[in-house]
């Protein structure tokens, strides 16, 4: 078994996404995090990026199925590579005294942006690999967590080559 | 398909726009049911006479009927029926056509499009339904798109691994006015499927095949599916090569039944020699073939000595269940001619002692005669299907003869009884196994081959599902012949529950059947029955003298069962063979494969 995060441009249409979706569960495959958006100017083509995890042989299959989709352009196993990974969270913690000041600590190491407060919360903004923010979020949980909202895993490869 | 500039000649609707972009895309025949949503394309086609329509009974039967169409003529099948229900009838046929890789175009009606999402009147989400159940979907939204749309919906169905398209159609969309553009001939910005193979794999399976001293040729319907010239060269590459070659279900005909290099089929009811020659081989060259559950049996003791060259249109069908060394994407016409032209190129001398000594062995497994069986001649002897299906193939022999089948036990039996020298004479339902498909195919077959003999080969329970095309048959003068192997059960859901659920037959009865010579009567056709074994010639000759439809009512043996069988989760050399052979048994199967279907 090993995780995948697969990058698979397409068609900017109507139904796309329940495709792509569709396939997963059609079939039996994991998601363990799905992103999507248009990346064309002209809102033409959108990228979704999918983080799956299977057997060798599954994640071909999978990569392969998704090639077979009419408007899918382009597959990329990021994986296969050197890649980025980015995650963005929203993290309300509520909590008074020591434990707000403690947050506030907490979320300075991690370079978690405060973008809303009221006297009894905090809402942090963070951005990083997925491991980073699950490691936050397990800080956070003893002083106050409240809600999180996750963006899911955006992802492209090093370097100079290009998905197309 | 898009991005070009073309003028554009505006048409009164868009219906009318959708009958001249079918026309141009060579449709000369609509299999349909109308309803209100799709009106308008009725009232068009009232108003012309070049696209002939088969008003069917039940869209199920459309569907089925656009599938014997295409896969008897190559070309593209059109259906047409309205929202709804209409749609999710078809719903069964599209599986079929997918699972079987058909070309379809299915235009289904939709409700307007302001009603949308309002559970208006037969309204059905028509594309989320159908998604899964076919190769691709549109919902055309707009006017300008609907013409562009139908031509890439035959473009899509067509190209690739052919497969069923949906249309989905609001009927304002019908009704208002639509431009109308020629097909284009420019790239599918997304879609542009592989079909010329990369070279390099087709010199590491040459080289593979060359060294080969017990190679074996699995065949399957990617070559029916290439065209018949896939057929053709298929045969001269087995002939120079001097391989052996096994069909799969839906290859018969792709290799000539009657050539001394033929294994017959392979699989589940396959032949002995054909399942021995792919578990004894070294390299086994699968063209067009999808290692299916019912070909591999156990995965994990399937051909476990061999190399495996896989030759597939789709690169999601390989590696899926078997793991193979050299992959080739690409069309079967396509890396036939690569193979042979590569084959004449490459020095290596074949071992040519080593090859016959694998035909020594492969006479041995012949010698076993796996389809052996027993049919008593006494007067009054009970027919046994396995013969019924041999005296047909005779009487038929040498005429142009397209077979349909429905699903069980007959549908093996003609399989391994009936013998096929071409391709797309073969129609039945491998992947979806759907019963009923055989009758409505058979009446698109028909439709496409007026003067051809056309025969549904059934079971007494499978038929009863699209029974109401009966009334298709009448309307149309189709003569099609429904050979029905009347066992009473049905006949495959029996023998599995004699095999493995103790001879509890639950729920497999044909309890208070019909009087089939009644029934065919009562819709215009002729009915015939054949109870004892000296009928079965007079019936046959009487059923093919006919030119009207007929159903034949075979009363055969109730108690039959179709050998050779490997059980679920059995490898191929645990194969069962029937009661005439030593060692005949019970299957032991085990826990995990009595999960299995």
Same mark, same amino acid.
């Given at each position: 078994?090993?995780?995948?995060?697969?990058?698979?441009?397409?068609?900017?249409?109507?139904?796309?996404?329940?495709?792509?979706?569709?396939?997963?569960?059609?079939?039996?495959?994991?998601?363990?995090?799905?992103?999507?958006?248009?990346?064309?100017?002209?809102?033409?083509?959108?990228?979704?990026? @999918?983080?799956?995890?299977?057997?060798?042989?599954?994640?071909?299959?999978?990569?392969?199925?998704?090639?077979?989709?009419?408007?899918?352009?382009?597959?990329?196993?990021?994986?296969?590579?050197?890649?980025?990974?980015?995650?963005?969270?929203?993290?309300?913690?509520?909590?008074?005294?020591?434990?707000?000041?403690?947050?506030?600590?907490?979320?300075?190491?991690?370079?978690?942006?405060?973008?809303?407060?009221?006297?009894?919360?905090?809402?942090?903004?963070?951005?990083?690999?997925?491991?980073?923010?699950?490691?936050?979020?397990?800080?956070?949980?003893?002083?106050?967590?409240?809600?999180?909202?996750?963006?899911?895993?955006?992802? @492209?490869?090093?370097?100079?080559?290009?998905?197309? | 398909?898009?991005?070009?500039?073309?003028?554009?000649?505006?048409?009164?609707?868009?219906?009318?726009?959708?009958?001249?972009?079918?026309?141009?895309?060579?449709?000369?025949?609509?299999?349909?049911?109308?309803?209100?949503?799709?009106?308008?394309?009725?009232?068009?086609?009232?108003?012309?006479?070049?696209?002939?329509?088969?008003?069917?009974?039940?869209?199920?039967?459309?569907?089925?009927?656009?599938?014997?169409?295409?896969?008897?003529?190559?070309?593209?099948?059109?259906?047409?029926?309205?929202?709804?229900?209409?749609?999710?009838?078809?719903?069964?046929?599209?599986?079929?056509?997918?699972?079987?890789?058909?070309?379809?175009?299915?235009?289904?009606?939709?409700?307007? $499009?302001?009603?949308?999402?309002?559970?208006?009147?037969?309204?059905?989400?028509?594309?989320?339904?159908?998604?899964?159940?076919?190769?691709?979907?549109?919902?055309?939204?707009?006017?300008?798109?609907?013409?562009?749309?139908?031509?890439?919906?035959?473009?899509?169905?067509?190209?690739?691994?052919?497969?069923?398209?949906?249309?989905?159609?609001? =009927?304002?969309?019908?009704?208002?006015?639509?431009?109308?553009?020629?097909?284009?001939?420019?790239?599918?910005?997304?879609?542009?499927?592989?079909?010329?193979?990369?070279?390099?794999?087709?010199?590491?399976?040459?080289?593979?095949?060359?060294?080969?001293?017990?190679?074996?040729?699995?065949?399957?319907?990617?070559?029916?599916?290439?065209?018949?010239?896939?057929?053709?060269?298929?045969?001269?590459?087995?002939?120079? &090569?001097?391989?052996?070659?096994?069909?799969?279900?839906?290859?018969?005909?792709?290799?000539?039944?009657?050539?001394?290099?033929?294994?017959?089929?392979?699989?589940?009811?396959?032949?002995?020699?054909?399942?021995?020659?792919?578990?004894?081989?070294?390299?086994?060259?699968?063209?067009?073939?999808?290692?299916?559950?019912?070909? $591999?049996?156990?995965?994990?003791?399937?051909?476990?000595?061999?190399?495996?060259?896989?030759?597939?249109?789709?690169?999601?069908?390989?590696?899926?269940?078997?793991?193979?060394?050299?992959?080739?994407?690409?069309?079967?016409?396509?890396?036939? =001619?690569?193979?042979?032209?590569?084959? =004449?190129?490459?020095? $290596?001398?074949?071992?040519?002692?080593?090859?016959?000594?694998?035909?020594?062995?492969?006479?041995?497994?012949?010698?076993?005669?796996?389809?052996?069986?027993?049919?008593?001649?006494?007067?009054?002897?009970?027919?046994?299907?396995?013969?019924?299906?041999?005296?047909?193939?005779?009487?038929?022999?040498?005429?142009? &003869?397209?077979?349909?089948?429905?699903?069980?036990?007959?549908?093996?039996?003609?399989?391994?009884?009936?013998?096929?020298?071409?391709?797309?004479?073969?129609?039945?339902?491998?992947?979806?196994?759907?019963?009923?498909?055989?009758?409505?195919?058979?009446?698109?077959?028909?439709?496409?081959?007026?003067?051809?003999?056309?025969?549904?080969?059934?079971?007494?329970?499978?038929?009863?599902?699209?029974?109401?095309?009966?009334?298709?048959?009448?309307?149309?003068?189709?003569?099609?012949?429904?050979?029905?192997?009347?066992?009473?059960?049905?006949?495959?859901?029996?023998?599995?529950?004699?095999?493995?659920?103790?001879?509890?037959?639950?729920?497999?009865?044909?309890?208070?059947?019909?009087?089939?010579?009644?029934?065919?009567?009562?819709?215009?056709?002729?009915?015939?029955?054949?109870?004892?074994?000296?009928?079965?010639?007079?019936?046959?000759?009487?059923?093919?003298?006919?030119? =009207?439809?007929?159903?034949?009512?075979?009363?055969?043996?109730?108690?039959?069962?179709?050998?050779?069988?490997?059980?679920?989760?059995?490898?191929?050399?645990?194969?069962?063979?029937?009661?005439?052979?030593?060692?005949?048994?019970?299957?032991?199967? $085990?826990?995990?494969?009595?999960?299995?279907?």
């Amino acid at each position: 078994m090993r995780s995948a995060t697969i990058s698979v441009l397409v068609e900017n249409e109507s139904g796309v996404l329940a495709r792509v979706i569709g396939l997963f569960s059609g079939r039996g495959y994991n998601i363990d995090s799905l992103t999507v958006a248009p990346v064309e100017r002209d809102g033409s083509k959108s990228r979704i990026t @999918i983080v799956t995890q299977g057997t060798e042989m599954v994640i071909e299959q999978i990569k392969a199925q998704l090639d077979r989709l009419v408007p899918v352009y382009k597959v990329l196993d990021l994986t296969e590579g050197p890649h980025l990974s980015r995650e963005l969270a929203l993290i309300k913690v509520l909590g008074t005294g020591e434990k707000r000041a403690e947050a506030l600590r907490l979320a300075d190491a991690f370079r978690a942006r405060v973008i809303d407060a009221t006297t009894e919360s905090f809402t942090f903004e963070l951005t990083g690999a997925t491991d980073k923010l699950d490691a936050f979020l397990d800080l956070m949980r003893p002083v106050g967590l409240a809600e999180v909202s996750r963006t899911g895993v955006a992802a @492209i490869a090093r370097g100079v080559g290009t998905i197309e | 398909m898009d991005g070009t500039i073309q003028a554009a000649e505006m048409m009164n609707s868009g219906a009318e726009a959708i009958l001249r972009a079918l026309k141009a895309q060579g449709v000369d025949t609509i299999f349909g049911y109308p309803g209100g949503a799709v009106l308008p394309i009725y009232d068009a086609i009232f108003q012309q006479n070049e696209i002939r329509h088969i008003l069917v009974r039940h869209e199920q039967a459309a569907v089925h009927a656009a599938e014997g169409y295409a896969r008897s003529t190559g070309k593209v099948g059109c259906v047409l029926v309205t929202s709804g229900p209409g749609a999710t009838n078809a719903v069964t046929g599209l599986v079929d056509a997918l699972m079987d890789s058909v070309p379809l175009v299915c235009l289904t009606g939709q409700v307007p $499009t302001h009603l949308i999402g309002n559970d208006a009147f037969q309204e059905a989400d028509t594309t989320g339904i159908t998604r899964p159940a076919t190769k691709h979907n549109y919902l055309v939204k707009r006017a300008d798109d609907l013409v562009r749309v139908i031509h890439e919906a035959f473009h899509v169905a067509r190209t690739g691994r052919p497969g069923p398209v949906v249309v989905d159609l609001p =009927k304002d969309i019908l009704i208002g006015p639509a431009p109308y553009r020629e097909p284009a001939h420019v790239q599918h910005r997304s879609y542009r499927p592989r079909t010329e193979p990369d070279p390099r794999r087709i010199e590491e399976a040459v080289a593979l095949l060359k060294r080969a001293r017990r190679p074996v040729v699995y065949a399957g319907g990617g070559i029916i599916n290439a065209g018949p010239e896939a057929s053709r060269l298929l045969a001269e590459f087995v002939r120079m &090569t001097g391989f052996p070659c096994t069909n799969t279900l839906m290859a018969l005909g792709a290799f000539p039944a009657s050539d001394g290099q033929f294994l017959g089929m392979l699989g589940m009811h396959g032949t002995y020699e054909a399942n021995w020659a792919m578990h004894d081989c070294d390299v086994m060259l699968n063209i067009g073939a999808r290692f299916d559950d019912r070909v $591999t049996g156990r995965l994990n003791a399937f051909s476990p000595g061999s190399k495996k060259i896989h030759v597939d249109i789709d690169p999601s069908n390989v590696n899926k269940s078997v793991a193979v060394d050299v992959a080739v994407i690409g069309d079967a016409l396509a890396v036939l =001619k690569a193979l042979i032209a590569a084959w =004449k190129q490459d020095g $290596t001398v074949q071992d040519r002692g080593a090859l016959a000594q694998w035909w020594q062995q492969i006479d041995v497994w012949r010698s076993k005669n796996s389809l052996r069986y027993t049919q008593s001649r006494d007067t009054g002897a009970i027919i046994k299907p396995q013969y019924a299906i041999e005296q047909l193939y005779k009487a038929t022999r040498g005429r142009d &003869t397209y077979v349909t089948t429905e699903v069980g036990q007959h549908q093996m039996w003609a399989a391994q009884y009936f013998k096929f020298e071409k391709p797309n004479h073969w129609m039945t339902s491998g992947g979806l196994g759907t019963m009923g498909y055989g009758l409505p195919a058979a009446m698109g077959v028909q439709v496409a081959h007026p003067d051809a003999l056309v025969i549904d080969i059934a079971g007494e329970a499978s038929i009863l599902m699209n029974i109401q095309e009966m009334g298709t048959l009448a309307q149309y003068r189709l003569p099609v012949k429904i050979f029905i192997l009347n066992n009473r059960y049905m006949g495959m859901v029996r023998q599995w529950q004699e095999l493995l659920h103790g001879s509890r037959y639950s729920q497999s009865y044909s309890e208070a059947l019909p009087d089939f010579v009644k029934l065919a009567e009562s819709f215009h056709a002729v009915g015939l029955r054949a109870e004892k074994v000296d009928d079965l010639d007079r019936v046959i000759a009487e059923m093919l003298a006919v030119d =009207k439809p007929v159903i034949a009512d075979i009363c055969v043996d109730e108690k039959e069962n179709v050998f050779p069988m490997i059980p679920s989760g059995a490898p191929h050399n645990e194969m069962l063979l029937g009661p005439e052979h030593k060692g005949h048994d019970k299957p032991g199967v $085990t826990d995990a494969g009595m999960a299995l279907v």
